[in-house]
């Protein structure tokens, strides 16, 4: 079992619920804002297109409670799984098998599934051309070997804190990429406790 994160696996997304409203997050700096998005969301769910270094594509769905758990559902064909139960983030691959799992806390989705989103120390807004996007890049500078994520948020008033959560770059130690795009948000939704459970992948004999 590896406890080393590697995003090609991650096939994630994340979660945003309603409490925090635009008006607050507008007047917030924003940074502070996207703390209040991320407070504000307790679930959410979304479809997801995963792409890594070399341009290669799957999609599925995603759902996503904070705080800690999430699931990404892989389309038709992809026979595999990525599940977040709180802890620990397991990738499964029912085609060979095989189950890999690390903690959570040592992933950069830690920040999306943070129960007390805090980002002052470990990120920055970057930049951007457009008024209606917000970027963060969060690194902890203590733990570089978690890696890199970048997230990238809409202003959309129907999203919690006034911020919707347009998909995320995670980098990891090596520089290796993987972008998840998501498109049909739905926030603070009911979502079954089974969805962060997963069927232990057959035992292939020798």
């Excluded at 590896?2 to 007047?27: M, W």
């Excluded at 479809?47 to 892989?74: C, H, M, N, V, W």
């Excluded at 599934?113 to 051309?129: D, Y």
């Excluded at 520089?175 to 009911?190: C, E, F, I, P, S």
């Amino acid at each position: 079992m590896s406890h080393r994160f590697n995003p090609r696996l991650l096939g994630l997304a994340a979660v945003l619920s309603l409490a925090a409203p635009a008006a607050v997050a507008q007047q917030a700096t924003p940074l502070k804002a996207v703390e209040q998005s991320l407070a504000a969301t307790t679930s959410m769910t979304a479809r997801f297109t995963q792409a890594d270094g070399r341009g290669r594509t799957q999609s599925g769905t995603l759902s996503l409670q904070r705080p800690g758990k999430i699931r990404f559902e892989y389309g038709a064909g992809a026979n595999m799984l990525m599940v977040g139960d709180g802890k620990n983030l397991t990738f499964i691959d029912y085609e060979v098998g095989q189950k890999s799992a690390w903690p959570i806390a040592r992933s950069p989705l830690a920040v999306l599934l943070s129960p007390q989103p805090n980002l002052g120390r470990i990120a920055r807004i970057e930049p951007q051309a457009n008024p209606g996007v917000v970027v963060v890049r969060a690194r902890d500078a203590r733990r570089p070997e978690f890696g890199t994520l970048l997230l990238a948020f809409s202003k959309n008033s129907a999203a919690p804190g006034g911020l919707m959560l347009e998909g995320w770059t995670a980098i990891d130690a090596q520089n290796k990429r993987t972008t998840v795009k998501l498109d049909g948000q739905r926030y603070n939704v009911a979502i079954p406790a089974a969805a962060f459970t997963y069927r232990e992948p057959p035992k292939r004999g020798r």
